[in-house]
């Protein structure tokens, strides 16, 4: 030991080591951690045995001492160094504690404040010290890094202004060489890109995840034209709200424009045509590689191809390397896009080099495929723009360059204009314009010159709207339904449709996994049958080339750059004698605009994309409305709120759950990668089989279930990849599995875990009604769901007629009360079905129902309804069958006028979409969840548990049983917010979107139409497009719907007609819109057709009783059946004469519906129509009710006329089909019998004036 007189000398010592670390350590320039930071690797001269012995006080060290000596120097130098940089008052007790519970350099830093450590007297120390010495280190072998938010970030100089895009900002930071590995020779100089925050925070880690797989993805393809990617890190903030960057490797050159404003003269020379097509054809065999991964049809689309995405490297060539960067909207599909039903997920990419079918949609192969499918010939189109823009800079510099862009304006390298009818695309007239007059310079010969060559195969093969059969895929065509609904040319007979007998393989299969040890029992459904493809009418196909695909691209490019025979091929005349001015045709030389904004930036972001907005009369711009496209969103920090809530009022109920130890060694990979961004993992399906059959592997059996129930049994092998705390089948494919946390070990919520129920709580105890009243009273408090106690007028609401006072919990009566105009109150809806037997108030009854019911001699349905009620602290319920006397002396009719009232001014909806009938009840065991707990390897892991995902609100909810009740799906829609009780969970919906018992959180585009609190609000500020395409749907829903009496179709969807009026501001009825000087409204009404589903609609007898007695034959409303509506293209039609009910010269002119109006014809002009003029694809035709043949005595009234027809031969008609009134053929008197499009030539130009009714 040294002497107490040498004490000054030991703390020169201590400063001198402190001295050392301080001339050593590094500032870091990152703004949201400017610390300072002791380098990786400097400890390793600083802490030498001799500073140990002089810091420790050890001058002849012991055995122990000496174990302590190579304990701090081997495994805790850093330990050591915070000690001392902090001036622990005792650091060698400090290391012998750190010794003895065998920690060291690895257990730091320290990130739980609930640390067993928290007691020690250096605890706080070591805290506020840790980081300095804990800079984070960058590997290029691992693809991600989680950081605290305390970490420092080794980044010692910051180069240039950030660059800013749409979805990201851009840095240029100096990364010290020892905190990359490999570690660097020297500091180097990254691009770290920031993924901009959002109020979504799920969306931002989901958009992180998928750039991360996306760039990995590309590293693996090698290819020296594709940006290399580094790493990914994420900053883990305290208070919520990750940080996500990407780091790559630094482009010196900036971009592609950057690259043409700073050569704004390029001298045209043999070397320089030879390194720009040498450049071109890295980036065409770098687009190839991403489009074509592998056999099967998988590939990435790049989505965002520009100039600013085109980075430059200052190495190699004349004008250094291009290569493609920011694959932030990059997608992947393992599914051909001709073979995709639904529309692609990605946002579009820059405005001006969008491909045109973004605009004129791509044609459905099928009913029902969408539109809005994107293919990889959206990259190629944009390639053509790129190419287009680097071949006029070539040949005239940026003086050239920005004139084209001045004359191509702020639109797009297309243009679009009807024709017969339909929204068509071309080339731009500039660009045509511009191509035409370098095609006649000399220096730009197809042929003779390399220019000239690559001009060709952008306007052949690029830039070319016309997109290849089948979108370019090689699949063999899948089976379909043919065609039988309609007439579509001469000769061919309508006959009905009849669905093709579907033969089920599952027997063939053996869905019959067993329960693995320690793990629930697993239950399930096999895959349900695909459904029939029903083809669409083919379109005539166009003539001239289509777009090529990205192989075709890269063998064309390739094909010029093997030139080598003459030398002329490369050689150009000089510039002078061809410069812009010296061109054919007129340029305008005012208002020309800058070239883009010039911006220093290795990922090359552009200030702001240039857009074009175009008005044109009514706004018909629509938004893709799917049923099938729903957003999932794990609710973390809701759920996490709601279950501290729940913790703090002692309902939270705990449960013991297992975690597994059987797993196999796949299994084992998927446990500890599965947090990891853009995390998949694929299964050879005849091993998955086998071990689940084995029972080998608690996990394999598991997804093996998942495999069975999704119908993937026959594939070669499967790939799970996970969505945020979603496993997906694909990337493209249902969530079908959800990584879950448990609620009671209160961790901060991440976005790879979703903390929420392992298991349900049982239906109707104290958590489960704790849960559905913390959704209600949040509702309350944050959005403006609950009634505000006014009626539709605006008038105060007066409570129902009737309501049940189910009194207290612990009553055991409940009574119906008889309500006066004075009354007040909260009230509960229930929406249920009645079934065969069925309690009910009548006459005979009411008087005994006044006086109180027994609680137990409810039915189960009702006394789940009480229960509910008074859980939710409310004191009135209504139920139709109790509160509307029914029977024929009832007063069905007069309360039916006030359903609006009851369901909108209801506290809540309960609907009971698991209870088949009044008997059944709703608050019943639900179906059980199979899922299988997992512990991470490392110390402190907490478990989580892999669970089947039970959130589809669609299924369970929309398109359940309930629901396909006429009167359920006008209560649905007029209730101000719902709690769904079905067989697998409780959802609750109401403005904000639908929420799951499992935390989950749903929205849909669609579905929140009939979940709008204030239906059809939604409608209010929407587009002409929207109102229409959304009206549609609600009708073409409903169409479907049952009802005991058909009579009632259109009561029991009046409530939301009158609303649909009020606020759409139109008048109309029966299902029909009129809005009197803007056409296109009444006749798209009337466009209705027979459902391709249905083989043929009926006509209703409507009795005297029945609260509508006459519905006209061009509503809908008067048959049974399924309906859809015939789409005219928006904007490309105009339409003909016709007056309605609601016209002004009518008469009998209302401005909504009077179902007992006198006046209910529509007045037009009829002519004779001949099928047989029509060729195929110019006609189709759809009866009512077809009976095998075209009827010979029917004639058509036209409601419109497609614009921009080349002749009025074949320009496209749609047609009403009428024929005259049964019991009245002399008269001029009709009726509709179908619908449908004829060709001009087709219809006599001749009519005569009709009634139809």
């Known amino acids: ?227 290399r990617f580094i790493t990914a890190f994420r900053r883990r903030r305290q208070h919520g709200g990750d940080e996500h960057y990407l780091m790559f490797e630094w482009a010196d050159g900036g971009n592609l424009r950057n690259l043409w404003k700073n050569m704004p003269s390029p001298t045209l020379t043999a070397p320089l045509v030879k390194d720009v097509i040498k450049q071109v054809l890295g980036l065409a065999k770098a687009l190839d590689a991403a489009h074509n991964l592998n056999a099967t049809g998988a590939s990435y689309r790049h989505g965002d191809l520009k100039p600013e995405n085109i980075l430059v490297f200052n190495k190699g060539g004349l004008i250094g390397t291009l290569k493609i960067g920011d694959w932030g909207e990059a997608r992947e599909h393992g599914q051909a896009t001709e073979m995709r039903p639904s529309k692609t997920t990605a946002k579009y990419g820059t405005r001006r080099y969008e491909a045109p079918e973004v605009e004129t949609g791509v044609t459905p192969k099928w009913l029902g495929q969408s539109t809005k499918r994107r293919s990889r010939l959206y990259d ?429 919990s612990g009553d055991n009566t409940v009574r119906l009360w008889a309500t006066t105009p004075k009354d007040s109150g909260e009230w509960i809806a229930l929406s249920h079905r009645w079934g065969s037997q069925h309690l009910s108030t009548t006459t005979k009854t009411l008087q005994s129902h006044l006086n109180g019911i027994d609680l137990n001699s409810l039915p189960s349905t009702f006394k789940d309804a009480v229960t509910v009620t008074r859980a939710l602290g409310r004191r009135y319920l209504w139920i139709d069958s109790l509160c509307v006397i029914q029977g024929p002396d009832g007063d069905f009719k007069t309360e039916a006028k006030r359903m609006e009232d009851v369901y909108s001014g209801a506290y809540c909806v309960i609907a009971a979409s698991c209870a088949t009938n009044h008997f059944s009840g709703f608050l019943k065991q639900r179906k059980g969840r199979n899922y299988v707990g997992l512990s991470p390897e490392g110390k402190g892991q907490t478990p989580f548990y892999v669970c089947q995902t039970i959130d589809n609100f669609k299924d369970h909810v929309l398109d359940g049983d309930l629901n396909r009740r006429g009167w359920v799906y006008q209560e649905h829609a007029l209730a101000r917010r719902t709690l769904f009780f079905t067989e697998h969970q409780t959802y609750f919906e109401c403005r904000d979107g639908v929420r799951c018992e499992t935390s989950t959180k749903l929205s849909n585009k669609l579905a929140a139409f009939l979940g709008d609190p204030d239906f059809p609000h939604i409608l209010y500020n929407a587009s002409q497009g929207e109102k229409i395409l959304r009206y549609q749907e609600l009708y073409r829903e409903y169409s479907r719907l049952g009802l005991s009496e058909p009579y009632d179709r259109p009561t029991a969807i009046d409530g939301l007609q009158q609303r649909l009026l009020r606020t759409m501001r139109v008048s109309g009825g029966f299902g029909v819109f009129d809005e009197g000087v803007t056409r296109g409204l009444l006749r798209r009404s009337l466009l209705w057709r027979r459902g391709i589903d249905t083989p043929s609609l009926s006509r209703i007898h409507f009795p005297p009783q029945s609260v509508v007695s006459t519905v006209p034959s061009w509503s809908w409303m008067a048959y049974t059946g399924g309906i859809d509506y015939l789409q005219p293209d928006f904007g490309c039609y105009e339409w003909e004469d016709l007056q309605s009910p609601w016209s002004p010269k009518t008469p009998t002119n209302v401005s909504s519906t009077d179902y007992n109006l006198a006046n209910i014809a529509l007045e037009a002009i009829a002519r004779e129509y001949d099928l047989g003029a029509a060729v195929q694809g110019e006609g189709e035709l759809i009866f009512d009710t077809p009976n095998g043949s075209a009827k010979p005595d029917t004639l058509c009234v036209v409601l419109g006329k497609a614009k921009g027809s080349p002749s009025l031969g074949t320009q496209r008609h749609y047609i009403l089909m009428i024929a005259a009134q049964r019991g009245r053929p002399g008269s001029r008197v009709y009726e509709r019998v179908g619908t449908g499009f004829l060709p001009g030539k087709c219809i006599s130009p001749s009519g005569f004036k009709v009634k139809i009714q």
């Open 1 to 227: 030991m040294a002497d107490s007189d040498s004490s000054d000398e030991e703390e020169t010592k201590e400063q001198c080591f402190r001295k050392s670390l301080s001339f050593a350590q590094k500032k870091s320039t990152f703004e949201r951690t400017c610390c300072y930071f002791i380098p990786e690797g400097v400890l390793s001269g600083l802490v030498t045995v001799q500073t140990i012995k002089d810091v420790l006080h050890i001058a002849n060290p012991t055995p122990a001492e000496d174990e302590l000596i190579d304990f701090v120097k081997t495994r805790a130098s850093k330990v050591f160094a915070i000690a001392l940089w902090a001036k622990v008052e005792n650091p060698r007790r400090m290391m012998a504690y750190f010794k003895s519970k065998n920690l060291d350099d690895n257990d730091l830093p320290i990130t739980d404040p609930n640390s067993i450590w928290s007691k020690r007297s250096w605890y706080n120390d070591l805290i506020e010290h840790q980081w300095r010495f804990y800079a984070a280190i960058f590997s290029t072998a691992k693809y991600n890094l989680d950081l605290e938010e305390s970490c420092i970030l080794p980044f010692t100089s910051k180069g240039g202004d950030d660059g800013r895009g749409s979805f990201g900002v851009v840095s240029k930071y100096l990364v010290h060489r020892n905190h990359m590995e490999p570690a660097l020779q020297d500091d180097s100089y990254f691009a770290v890109k920031e993924i901009q925050a959002t109020e979504d925070a799920q969306e931002v880690a989901e958009h992180w995840e998928k750039e991360v797989k996306a760039l990995r993805t590309m590293n693996r393809l090698d290819q020296e034209h594709i940006v």
């Open 380 to 808: 190629i189109w944009a390639m053509g723009c790129i190419t287009l823009e680097l071949t006029i800079w070539l040949l005239y510099g940026a003086e050239g360059l920005g004139r084209f862009d001045r004359e191509l304006g702020f639109g797009s390298f297309y243009q679009t204009s009807v024709v017969n009818g339909r929204k068509v695309a071309q080339v731009h007239d500039a660009a045509v314009r511009w191509m035409d007059q370098m095609a006649e310079d000399p220096r730009c010969q197809v042929g003779s010159t390399a220019i000239g060559d690559l001009l060709e195969l952008v306007r052949t093969a690029l830039l070319v709207v016309k997109l290849p059969r089948r979108l370019g895929t090689t699949l063999s065509d899948i089976p379909e339904r043919s065609r039988t609904d309609s007439f579509v040319d001469s000769g061919m007979n309508a006959t009905r449709v009849t669905p093709q007998d579907v033969v089920s393989e599952e027997s063939a299969i053996d869905s019959t996994v067993q329960p693995a040890i320690d793990i629930p029992s697993f239950s399930f459904t096999p895959a349900e049958p695909e459904p029939d493809k029903i083809p669409v009418q083919p379109e005539p196909e166009s003539r001239g080339p289509a777009r090529c695909l990205a192989t075709d691209f890269r063998t064309r490019i390739e094909t010029i750059n093997g030139e080598d025979e003459d030398e002329s091929y490369w050689y150009a005349q000089p510039l002078d004698q061809h410069r812009p001015g010296n061109l054919k045709g007129s340029f305008s030389l005012s208002a020309l605009p800058p070239l883009l904004s010039d911006c220093d930036s290795g990922e090359g972001y552009q200030a702001q994309d240039r857009e074009v907005s175009i008005q044109n009369g009514n706004d018909y711009g629509t938004p893709e409305l799917d049923e099938n496209d729903w957003k999932y969103q794990s609710g973390n920090e809701f759920a996490s709120a709601m279950f501290e809530s729940l913790q703090h009022s002692d309902t939270l109920e705990s449960s013991d759950r297992t975690v597994s130890n059987r797993l196999c060694d796949q299994c084992l990979q998927f446990r500890n990668e599965v947090s990891s961004p853009g995390f998949a993992i694929s299964y050879e399906t005849h091993t998955l089989r086998a071990s689940a059959s084995e029972k080998k592997c608690d996990l394999c059996s598991l997804l093996w279930q998942v495999v069975i129930q999704n119908g993937r049994v026959d594939s070669q092998a499967v790939k799970f990849e996970r969505t945020g705390p979603f496993l997906r089948l694909e990337s493209t494919g249902p969530r079908i599995l959800s990584i879950v946390r448990d609620p009671e070990q209160m961790l901060p919520p991440t976005s790879e875990f979703q903390t929420g129920f392992v298991r349900l709580p049982e239906a109707g105890q104290s958590t489960h009604m704790e849960v559905i009243k913390y959704w209600l009273n949040d509702c309350d408090r944050q959005h403006t769901c609950k009634p505000l106690g006014l009626a539709a007028d605006g008038d105060k609401v007066r409570l129902p007629t009737r309501l049940i006072d189910v009194g207290q």
